[in-house]
């Protein structure tokens, strides 16, 4: 099970006459190391295994893990990840296409628009692209730490994606972060047609999963 989210009132920009679109594109951004970050890169991976379950293949998504937890000397289970304590549903595996690790984990590179970036790196897009963003990790009133060094804020990102919209690179956007303060993230949002919504209010903390903490021991 993913993190339960404690608020589901997307904010909805307003959306144009709908029209037939030429793709389907993700990307999951997890932003925080370390090994005790392990339920992050679990929801990440986890909103990945849906993506790629409902028909969305893994050259049409841009996946961000900042860690590689599988491998991490204190994983009781080493080389899995696992979204619940009972271990049901295995995340990783022979078939995951991770495009930025560890410090490659950057607001440069979320952004994949930098002429020198491979194609394969990079979210293609037009006009009638429909694309879902996850991204999750540690922040807080109207900002997302990537790594440990550098932040994103809310005017950043809301200007990213309405550059995005100038240049006619989506058509309709879903947009989830998950992390404390989380709605605060698409305050600033003034592009139309955004579905945005978090995992956690002003003033909220973000959701800890209590049944990964033995494995984290």
Not at 54 to 76: K, Y
């Amino acid at each position: 099970m993913l993190c339960c989210w404690t608020v589901l009132l997307p904010t909805c920009l307003p959306l144009t006459v709908s029209a037939k679109h030429t793709n389907n594109r993700a990307a999951l951004v997890g932003t925080s190391p370390s090994w005790l970050n392990y339920y992050h890169l679990a929801n990440v991976l986890s909103m990945y295994r849906t993506v790629k379950r409902l028909g969305t293949p893994d050259s049409q998504i841009i996946m961000m893990l900042s860690d590689d937890v599988a491998c991490n000397p204190r994983n009781t289970f080493p080389g899995t990840v696992y979204n619940n304590a009972d271990r049901v549903l295995y995340l990783y595996g022979d078939n995951i296409e991770v495009d930025y690790h560890g410090y490659e984990v950057t607001v440069e590179n979320s952004d994949r628009v930098a002429p020198d970036t491979p194609r394969s790196k990079r979210l293609l897009t037009d006009d009638l692209s429909y694309i879902f963003i996850y991204m999750t990790g540690h922040g807080s009133n109207e900002f997302l730490k990537f790594q440990v060094a550098e932040e994103i804020s809310a005017f950043d990102l809301a200007d990213a994606l309405e550059q995005m919209w100038e240049k006619t690179r989506y058509h309709e956007m879903l947009f989830i972060t998950n992390t404390c303060e989380a709605n605060t993230m698409y305050s600033e949002f003034y592009s139309p047609n955004i579905i945005a919504t978090g995992s956690s209010e002003l003033n909220q903390s973000g959701q800890y999963i209590p049944y990964l903490a033995p494995a984290l021991n």
